[in-house]
Nanobody, 130 residues
């Protein structure tokens, strides 16, 4: 019953910033891993950033130093802060969730592959152009 809704996308000039939000309903996100993915026109969907239930994170090389993923558990929300945006950042951005524990009961780190995730939002458009 987990549902995710992204927001915060829009149009921005190169060098600008946007903050995307991923709000969950149905469950509390404390024990979930969350990933942000994007799909540019004519390209495959790719991992951007992910954050584990215990707050470690991974960033794609293409966004390191520019994007930051973080969560606010009180608001049941995960954010993607995007700074120094480039035209190649253009695309539809999706958030996704997976349960943060393996069958052993041990926490598992988030992954940057879309196949790790069970729940997906509908996406929000980000356009970076001059």
């Amino acid at each position: 019953q987990l549902q995710l809704v992204e927001s915060g996308g829009g149009s921005v000039q190169p060098g600008g910033s946007l903050r995307l939000s991923c709000v969950a309903s149905g469950v509390t996100l404390d024990n979930f891993n969350i990933g942000w993915f994007r799909q540019a026109p004519g390209k495959e969907r790719e991992g951007v950033s992910c954050i584990s239930s215990y707050d470690t994170s991974i960033n794609a090389d293409s966004v390191k130093g520019r994007f930051t993923i973080f969560r606010d558990n009180a608001k049941n929300t995960v954010y993607l802060q995007m700074n120094s945006l480039k035209p190649e950042d253009t695309g539809v951005y999706y958030c996704a969730a997976e349960w943060g524990f393996a069958a052993t009961g041990i926490v598992r780190a988030c992954k940057m592959t879309e196949y790790a995730y069970d729940y997906w939002g509908q996406g929000t458009q980000v356009t970076v152009s001059s």
